[in-house]
């Protein structure tokens, strides 16, 4: 579906990444782990087209629908919640019956089914982070990259984020996002840490309270 060989990123003048490489298994939910700045946005954003490979590659094979979720949302005001939904479809090929059911789902998944035409400078961070959420998936993407997917949700979003990625997994979908250690869950079937922009190591992911205090011992407060 995806693979990294040896991703080297520089911009404006700095190396965000170096030597990055891996490939996700079919159902892998991977984790990337690192303090702010160390690269895992960086992961992500090339993969979605947003920063030229400097070196190395990112192969994706041909087909692969792609959902891409920023850490936030940038303020368009003139824009509806459900104006933004079709610009998503539109953009993934969808029109007609299709679209429409789309963008309903869309509205729903985001807790805005009772008021589509809400502006986006009237929502809240939380209900913004939910329509970037949805559009991400209008398509229903075989490659799901999230940016920081719990900030400024409350327990019952991070709830529902959870189970979307555990559920992706579960259907044979990859997902790949950068998270906070401390937003690390059991949805989450690999995890990654990036220092400086190297990937270097694999760490477990704890499945249970008992093992958090000893999982925490192996990062070196990673943000």
């Not at 520089?10 to 303090?35: H, K, N, Y």
């Not at 192969?59 to 079709?86: C, H, K, N």
Request: with cysteine.
């Amino acid at each position: 579906m995806i693979r990294f060989e040896g991703l080297t990123v520089v911009r404006a003048g700095q190396r965000v990444l170096e030597d990055v490489s891996f490939e996700p298994r079919p159902g892998d939910t991977i984790a990337l782990l690192g303090r702010s700045g160390s690269g895992k946005s960086a992961v992500l954003l090339a993969a979605a087209g947003g920063l030229p490979a400097s070196a190395g590659r990112i192969v994706i094979e041909p087909g692969t629908r792609v959902g891409y979720v920023p850490s936030m949302l940038a303020a368009w005001p003139v824009v509806r919640a459900d104006e933004f939904l079709e610009f998503g479809g539109i953009s993934a090929g969808l029109s007609g019956k299709p679209l429409h059911g789309a963008v309903a789902r869309g509205l729903s998944m985001a807790g805005l089914a009772d008021r589509p035409d809400i502006r986006i400078d009237a929502l809240s961070d939380g209900y913004r982070k939910r329509l970037l959420l949805s559009r991400a998936l209008i398509d229903d993407p075989d490659l799901l990259l999230l940016d920081d997917p719990f900030v400024s949700l409350d327990p019952g979003g991070r709830r529902q984020v959870e189970r979307l990625v555990g559920d992706a997994g579960l259907a044979g979908r990859t997902v790949i996002a950068a998270v906070n250690a401390a937003s690390l869950a059991s949805c989450w079937s690999r995890a990654f840490l990036i220092e400086a922009g190297r990937l270097v190591r694999d760490v477990p992911v704890p499945r249970g309270v008992d093992e958090l205090p000893a999982w925490g011992e192996t990062l070196v407060d990673p943000g």
